[in-house]
């Protein structure tokens, strides 16, 4: 298995404000991925985090607004850019293990835009 | 992309009921989990399930592949089993491990 710790798992931001969210695996993982779950919605995939490369980002996401870095293969951040109350949302971070193929998540990071 | 379909939406019982929840999804899938995402918005594990039948205490869930449905079983409901069920997969042509959500089921248990 593989805890995933996620930072901050709240907060309030400012609309045009940029805030980077952290996500830290327990063990060395082959994919991380980012998701947003916009309020009383299911889980949208934001981007697959790359390790050493620029992330592959899924239509509707771009990398000016939604920037990740994956530095290694325990750690990823993801930063919401210019954020306006539509990115009011949960931004979770998963994770799939080398030696399987169950998908774990981080508890996740409830952003507020005001 | 595949396409996941839960059933029922939402679902309201009593403490001790039991209740099935259903997963449709549109294509070959080499990857099914069912997930528990709690008031806080924590996604909780429940089963990797990509076929046949697994059971963890009072939970309980099969996948027939070849019909393309799993169903998830709650046996004697409690009220801290209130929250959504997702179903998510991974299509068969996939190595990177993306997962499609279904739009979950709203579970309210009442004691």
């Known amino acids: 298995s593989a805890v995933i710790s996620q930072k901050p798992s709240r907060d309030i931001c400012q609309r045009g404000t940029s805030l980077t969210i952290q996500c830290q695996v327990d063990?060395?993982?082959?994919?991380m991925f980012w998701y947003r779950q916009q309020p009383g919605q299911s889980l949208t995939l934001i981007a697959t985090?790359?390790?050493?490369?620029?992330?592959?980002?899924e239509s509707g996401f771009v990398i000016d607004k939604f920037p990740i870095s994956r530095p290694n293969l325990t750690f990823s951040t993801l930063t919401v850019s210019n954020m306006s109350p539509e990115d009011s949302s949960i931004y979770l971070c998963?994770?799939?293990?080398?030696?399987?193929?169950?998908?774990?998540f981080g508890e996740g990071s409830w952003l507020t835009v005001v | 992309g595949i396409q996941v379909e839960q059933s029922p939406p939402d679902l309201i019982l009593q403490e001790g009921a039991n209740s099935t929840l259903r997963c449709n999804f549109s294509?070959?899938?080499?990857?099914l989990q069912w997930f528990h995402q709690n008031p806080w918005g924590q996604l909780i594990n429940l089963f990797y399930?990509?076929?046949g039948t697994k059971q963890n205490g009072r939970l309980s869930a099969t996948t027939v592949a070849t019909e393309r449905y799993s169903l998830l079983y709650i046996s004697s409901s409690q009220t801290t089993d209130s929250g959504v069920y997702f179903c998510?997969?991974?299509?068969?042509?996939?190595?990177?491990?993306?997962?499609?959500f279904g739009r979950g089921t709203q579970l309210t248990v009442w004691p």
């Open positions: 063990s060395q993982v082959t994919m």
């Open positions: 985090a790359n390790q050493g490369s620029e992330a592959t980002y």
């Open positions: 998510a997969v991974v299509d068969r042509g996939s190595t990177l491990g993306r997962l499609y």
């Open positions: 998963s994770a799939r293990t080398n030696s399987g193929n169950t998908i774990y």
């Open positions: 399930i990509p076929s």
């Open positions: 294509d070959s899938v080499n990857n």
